[in-house]
């Protein structure tokens, strides 16, 4: 590997152009939590939508691997960067791949149904691993300062924040009607403005990016094809690649597993739908103060150290969403609101620097077995990440089916069934909390004194 020396200085413009590729991301796939209460309520399907996003889950995640070692074996020479030219490529088909997945047609026959959503998701997924699989490994590629990527890491928390920010306060107020009901038109409509949004973040990452670590390919006629069972042998003997894994697959069980049933708590146990996007940012109020602090954070403590703390804030938090006071909601809105407050908190010290560990682990590999594999060891973690993305929302759809819940009553479900969704957000969050302290405290083994001693082997920068 080489550095080179002919590039601009590292600053503010690679941080905020970093930001907007995950902005880009958000862009498409913050309506994603939208998707259980779309195809349960709007187009009827219930325990059959739990199922189907099993399948195309199962296929999302396979295809990362898929796409990553496409991009670790191209050795096309590109006018900037393999990376920035298939980002570019995935951007333009997102720009309609979103709205696929919210095609409104609730009277078609239920075969229809099952075409529609795996065709749309197909379509989408292939779109946003094109563009994303690549993206996350641009971290490494940017800077080899220590300090540099964990500004990166924090600034793409700020991108994924403001993605999700906009449809988590906006489309409340533009997609339900005034009884809490979901306007499946309208998603499809809001799906495609979103597309362009993100194209143009993502324009805006690659025009002002610059890629100042360089690898120097051999190319051989005896090289080894690729080989997915080596790849995954290498990916587990990879611990804190296998770490940060297990700490994002909880991390997204928490986000992803319980939005059904967050949407539903606010349909019919709070009885306000719409402001359900202001307290979710209300509760990221913690990560926006915590994201400029990181950079410092990060050179006085390290990253494992302040993730694994933040775990168990989160931990404590997940526990107190235990507390319910049912038929009086106006004070357990407040203690709903407190705990989320704080469960954002150990959350946000973790998001902020999650994406530099897994650059640290990119390194590990590298330092390991003298091969770096951005796009293999990025993609299997995708994998596993995309897996909890799907397996969690399909096992809650499921437990939410089994305490009453029915998509067909959308926004006005039984009292008793309203306060079995709050006990099981509390579980999902706890269960999720729980995954990324075992995650990053049991199995991650790079602390601050072991990256030092890796970084300085590889001869990395650490100021």
């Given at each position: 590997m080489k550095n080179t020396t002919e590039k601009r200085p590292f600053g503010i413009r690679d941080s905020i152009a970093y930001a907007a590729g995950d902005l880009g991301c958000n862009m498409s796939f913050a309506l994603k939590g939208t998707m259980s209460i779309f195809w349960t309520q709007f187009m009827g399907m219930d325990l059959w939508y739990a199922l189907l996003l099993i399948v195309v889950q199962v296929w999302d995640a396979i295809n990362d691997p898929l796409i990553g070692s496409i991009i670790d074996a191209d050795k096309h020479k590109y006018k900037r960067n393999k990376f920035l030219a298939y980002i570019w490529a995935g951007s333009i088909g997102l720009i309609v791949g979103g709205?696929?997945?919210?095609?409104?047609?609730?009277?078609?026959?239920v075969w229809a149904k099952f075409i529609i959503f795996i065709a749309g998701y197909v379509v989408w997924d292939a779109f946003y691993t094109v563009a994303n699989v690549?993206?996350?490994?641009?971290?490494s590629l940017i800077s080899n300062n220590v300090k540099d990527r964990a500004s990166l890491s924090a600034w793409r928390s700020i991108g994924s924040i403001f993605g999700n920010m906009?449809?988590?306060?906006?489309?409340?107020?533009?997609?339900?009607?005034?009884?809490?009901?979901?306007i499946g038109e309208r998603v499809f409509i809001a799906a495609l403005i979103m597309g362009v949004l993100g194209f143009i973040c993502f324009q805006f990452m690659i025009r002002n990016t610059e890629i100042r670590v360089d690898?120097?390919?051999?190319?051989s006629e005896e090289a080894p094809k690729f080989n997915v069972f080596k790849a995954f042998g290498n990916f587990i003997k990879n611990r804190p690649a296998v770490g940060a894994t297990v700490a994002a697959m909880g991390m997204f069980i928490g986000m992803q597993?319980?939005?059904?049933?967050v949407t539903v708590i606010f349909q019919s146990y709070f009885k306000n739908v719409q402001i359900s996007g202001i307290?979710?940012?209300?509760?990221?109020?913690?990560i926006v103060?915590?994201?400029?602090?990181?950079?410092?954070?990060?050179?006085?403590?390290?990253?494992?150290?302040?993730?694994?703390?933040?775990?168990?804030?989160?931990?404590?938090?997940?526990?107190?969403?235990?507390?319910?006071?049912?038929?009086?909601?106006?004070?357990?809105?407040?203690?709903?609101?407190?705990?989320?407050?704080?469960?954002?908190?150990g959350l946000g010290i973790y998001s902020t620097v999650s994406w530099a560990m897994m650059g640290d682990a990119i390194d590990y590999n590298e330092w390991k077995t003298g091969k770096r594999e951005e796009g293999t060891v990025y993609s299997l973690h995708s994998f596993f990440r995309k897996l909890a993305q799907g397996i969690g929302p399909?096992?809650?759809?499921?437990?939410?089916?089994?305490?009453?819940?029915?998509?067909?009553?959308?926004?006005?479900?039984?009292?008793?069934?309203?306060?079995?969704?709050?006990?099981?957000?509390?579980?999902?969050?706890?269960?999720?909390?729980?995954?990324?302290?075992?995650?990053?405290?049991?199995?991650?083994?790079?602390d601050k004194k072991t990256l030092a001693q890796m970084n300085s082997e590889l001869g990395r920068s650490e100021e």
């Open positions: 709205a696929c997945c919210f095609l409104p047609f609730p009277d078609a026959p690549p993206y996350g490994s641009l971290l906009l449809p988590m306060v906006i489309l409340p107020f533009i997609i339900y009607d005034k009884d809490n009901n979901l690898t120097d390919v051999q190319v597993g319980a939005t059904t049933a307290v979710q940012l209300f509760a990221m109020i913690p103060v915590f994201t400029p602090l990181a950079r410092n954070a990060v050179a006085k403590w390290g990253k494992k150290e302040l993730a694994t703390v933040g775990s168990i804030v989160s931990i404590i938090s997940g526990l107190g969403l235990f507390i319910i006071i049912p038929e009086n909601t106006g004070l357990d809105l407040i203690i709903y609101i407190v705990c989320q407050l704080f469960f954002s908190l399909s096992l809650v759809l499921i437990i939410m089916v089994a305490f009453g819940y029915v998509g067909e009553n959308e926004g006005n479900q039984l009292w008793n069934v309203a306060v079995n969704m709050r006990y099981i957000v509390a579980g999902t969050f706890l269960f999720s909390a729980i995954m990324q302290f075992v995650g990053l405290a049991l199995i991650y083994n790079l």
